[in-house]
């Protein structure tokens, strides 16, 4: 990468101008299916900085998406920013800026990401640095679960916005996740026929739900022994993990039912039918050797993906790294699920996420430090020089 175009789009990205976009995002309430305001808000940002703007419903109409592009007129790559505008469901946390430090709801989980987009779309169009391709900014609600189902963003994806690769400034900053596991959430109930009955008054060969619950628990742990063999160099291994269990009303009585909640979670990409097919077997054997029913909810919250280490996006992700902080960063897994799964599985798009290393996410202490934000702006404005111009 040129030094001296890097060292002018580093310089271009300005700290105040950064400031001022976050703070703007973070004053505006929006916790998930209630994004209109602060959608509206970064409309008005971006148009009062004369970017063209398109606002497609994409199955959202409370809060259109917002979607720029910055267009080199040439040939080349479009690299995309992705981010979501709406914040949990927790109380209102004003925007505050302290000690260069942005405290408030969703400063980290991620209007402060966001804010670092915008601010590295304006250095790069201020430079004239983006010759070839061109960056595409998309903005959306409905991410976070469960308010959320995701489906702007599907939507979005879709009606056509997407890139030929995708940038996701979650709260993460290191490592750089090429891989990560797929996540089921299961809740099975263990049932007998019969109503409540004393201990003492039980007929013979009643099941006991709470003991074949209790057998399922240990089988699920020899399983997630069996799992740990299923590895991945990046996202690490399979698992299976019980969380609630529970059953019973008092001491002395045989109850109906026992519950049992956790998670499965996988490292090969395209497997969670097998997955499911697995988990199946192993109730319906449960069901059989205790005379127990056993139902099943299997929710996927998605699949496992992976990220060829040789993609021009890691390329350019990792020289554009290098440029802005000196050194390029360790390869590794991404310990959460986000919209990058959705982009890799339904768009077929490579997808990182990189963001500012924030605190406080899900919580009502959220905090980002603005140097972060301007590495994380300018880390995003290099990558697009360096991804775009193939
Ligand atoms: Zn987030």
């Known amino acids: 990468m040129d030094t001296s175009l890097a060292n002018a789009v580093k310089a271009a990205v300005s700290p105040q101008r950064l400031t001022d976009t976050a703070l703007a995002l973070v004053a505006i309430p929006s916790p998930t299916r209630s994004a209109g305001p602060v959608a509206d808000e970064l409309a008005r940002i971006l148009t009062a900085d004369g970017f063209e703007l398109e606002r497609p419903v994409a199955d959202w109409p409370e809060a259109p998406a917002v979607v720029t592009r910055l267009d080199s007129g040439s040939p080349g790559r479009i690299l995309q920013f992705d981010g979501h505008l709406d914040t949990v469901h927790l109380p209102f946390i004003p925007a505050r800026l302290e000690d260069g430090v942005l405290y408030g709801s969703g400063a980290s989980d991620m209007k402060g990401g966001v804010a670092a987009c915008v601010e590295a779309l304006r250095a790069l169009r201020e430079t004239g640095a983006l010759t070839n391709g061109q960056v595409l900014l998309t903005t959306h609600d409905h991410h976070e679960g469960p308010w959320g189902d995701r489906r702007q963003l599907k939507a979005l994806i879709r009606e056509g916005y997407v890139g030929d690769g995708v940038l996701l400034p979650e709260y993460l900053a290191t490592p750089l996740p090429v891989a990560g596991r797929g996540q089921v959430i299961f809740e099975v109930r263990v049932r007998r026929v019969g109503e409540p009955v004393h201990e003492v008054l039980q007929p013979p060969g009643t099941p006991n739900v709470l003991m074949a619950g209790a057998e399922l628990a240990l089988r699920l742990r020899a399983l997630h022994e069996r799992l740990q063999r299923h590895t991945h160099a990046h996202a690490g291994a399979d698992s299976c993990f019980v969380g609630r269990l529970s059953s019973g009303e008092i001491y002395n009585q045989v109850p109906v ?68 902080t000196g050194a390029p960063l360790p390869l590794g897994g991404k310990p959460f699920m986000d919209d990058g799964n959705t982009f890799v599985a339904l768009a077929g798009i490579p997808a990182l996420t990189h963001g500012p290393a924030a605190t406080g996410a899900h919580t009502l202490d959220e905090r980002v430090s603005l140097d972060e934000l301007v590495r994380v702006a300018q880390v995003y404005a290099l990558t697009a020089l360096a991804y775009c111009a193939a």
């Open 257 to 324: 039912e026992c519950m049992l909640n956790g998670t499965r979670r996988w490292v090969q990409a395209g497997t969670v039918e097998a997955v499911r097919a697995e988990f199946e077997q192993l109730l319906a054997e449960l069901a059989r050797d205790t005379g127990t029913q056993v139902e099943l909810d299997f929710s996927i919250s998605g699949d496992a993906f992976a990220i060829s280490p040789a993609d021009p996006l890691v390329a350019a992700f990792q020289t554009a790294h290098q440029a802005a």
